[in-house]
């Protein structure tokens, strides 16, 4: 299934399933609550013990009723604004989990690898109040001139959990969505020598979407710690960056098992796989990238399967 949050006529946000060009609003087709997060809350009551995944109950309810779908739930992409999948994350935990953007960008500084990157996932928490979807525009905070995209992978949180082990950890997963976490890399460069961060160079802006795909739609490709799917950049149309999921070097199963320890994970956690290998402007190097962000690009961020996450600056 492909899980959208659109807005019509409603001043908020409303959650549908993507069926080709036809948005179908889950409240009015199937009587579900009107918005993602409340739908993801649900799954963790509505699951059954045999579901591998927190939506697998979403899925049989829309095979049983989807031939009696009333002409009222349906809109069609042309009518509707797409946001955020989810607009309103309960927190956004971003990791550290290509191995080769780590050593270029590391190399790039002058740096080798650090031999604890190979001893656990790392992570951050970035500012899930600052999210942006498809279409929406960023805004270059007037404290940065390096203004960087990253291309990555994210990972919804299904339903609640505290220490998950490895091998059950994918249960926990709803979805998957394309993320751009934006980064004001002349920022976090004076932060990361202060010893903490990033921080202020993450705080504007994070991008999801353009929809919620489950993981059944991605397991045919699965391979390595990841999928084979291709992950490419451009700016302005011009390709940057092509990577690719199956080189995640730490799979979202041992991020969200070292996420849980001894700490809580809610539906509506958002965990970000960090930046792909070339996926931004800071390993590929300005001089490559025809330089910095500036306003009026266009960045486009396309995974196999996920679609394409576009925003202008």
Same mark, same amino acid.
Request: a negative charge.
């Given at each position: 299934?492909?899980?959208?949050?659109?807005?019509?006529?409603?001043?908020?946000?409303?959650?549908?399933?993507?069926?080709?060009e036809?948005?179908?609003?889950?409240e009015?087709?199937?009587?579900?609550?009107p918005?993602?997060?409340?739908?993801?809350?649900l799954?963790?009551?509505?699951?059954?013990?045999?579901?591998?995944?927190?939506?697998?109950?979403?899925?049989?309810?829309?095979?049983q009723?989807?031939a009696?779908?009333?002409?009222?739930?349906?809109?069609?992409?042309?009518?509707?604004?797409?946001?955020?999948?989810?607009?309103?994350?309960?927190?956004?935990?971003?990791?550290?989990?290509?191995?080769?953007?780590?050593?270029?960008?590391?190399?790039?500084?002058g740096?080798?690898?650090?031999?604890?990157?190979?001893?656990?996932?790392?992570?951050?928490?970035?500012?899930?109040?600052?999210?942006?979807?498809?279409?929406?525009?960023v805004?270059?905070? /007037?404290?940065?001139?390096? =203004?960087?995209?990253?291309? &990555?992978? %994210?990972?919804?949180?299904?339903?609640? @959990?505290?220490? *998950?082990?490895?091998?059950?950890?994918e249960?926990y997963?709803?979805?998957?969505?394309?993320?751009?976490?934006?980064s004001?890399?002349?920022?976090?460069?004076?932060?990361?020598k202060?010893?903490?961060?990033?921080?202020?160079?993450?705080d504007?802006?994070?991008?999801?979407?353009?929809?919620?795909?489950?993981p059944?739609?991605?397991?045919d490709?699965?391979a390595?710690?990841g999928f084979?799917?291709?992950?490419?950049a451009?700016?302005?149309?011009?390709?940057?960056?092509?990577g690719?999921?199956?080189?995640?070097?730490?799979?979202?199963a041992?991020?969200?098992?070292r996420?849980?320890e001894?700490?809580?994970?809610?539906?509506?956690?958002?965990?970000?796989?960090?930046?792909? /290998?070339?996926?931004?402007? =800071?390993e590929?190097g300005? &001089?490559? %990238?025809?330089?910095?962000?500036q306003? @009026?690009d266009? *960045?486009?961020?396309?995974?196999?399967?996920?679609?394409?996450?576009?925003?202008v600056?």
């Open positions: 299934m492909r899980l959208v949050s659109y807005r019509h006529s409603a001043a908020s946000p409303r959650v549908a399933l993507l069926d080709g036809r948005v179908i609003d889950l009015r087709a199937l009587g579900l609550p918005e993602m997060l409340s739908l993801l809350r799954s963790t009551r509505r699951r059954e013990a045999d579901d591998a995944h927190p939506l697998d109950w979403l899925a049989r309810a829309w095979e009723h989807h009696q779908i009333p002409e009222s739930a349906i809109l069609t992409l042309d009518v509707v604004h797409m946001t955020a999948p989810l607009p309103n994350p309960t927190s956004l935990r971003d990791f550290y989990a290509f191995e080769q953007h780590v050593k270029q960008a590391r190399a790039r500084r740096l080798e690898m650090i031999p604890e990157w190979y001893e656990m996932p790392v992570f951050y928490f970035s500012n899930h109040q600052a999210i942006l979807g498809p279409g929406d525009t805004r270059r905070p /007037g404290y940065t001139e390096w =203004l960087d995209f990253e291309l &990555e992978v %994210a990972a919804i949180i299904g339903r609640e @959990g505290r220490d *998950i082990p490895v091998e059950e950890a249960s997963i709803a979805g998957y969505t394309i993320m751009n976490d934006w004001a890399r002349d920022v976090q460069r004076r932060e990361m202060v010893g903490l961060g990033p921080a202020k160079a993450k504007f802006a994070t991008s999801l979407g353009p929809w919620l795909v489950t059944d739609e991605l397991a490709r699965l390595g710690k084979n799917l291709q992950m490419v451009r700016r302005n149309g011009q390709e940057l960056s092509r690719n999921w199956q080189t995640l070097y730490y799979s979202f041992e991020m969200i098992a996420a849980s001894e700490v809580t994970l809610y539906p509506g956690d958002v965990i970000g796989s960090g930046t792909v /290998g070339t996926g931004c402007i =800071l590929l300005p &001089e490559m %990238a025809g330089g910095w962000l306003p @009026g266009v *960045i486009e961020l396309e995974i196999e399967r996920l679609g394409m996450l576009r925003n600056v």
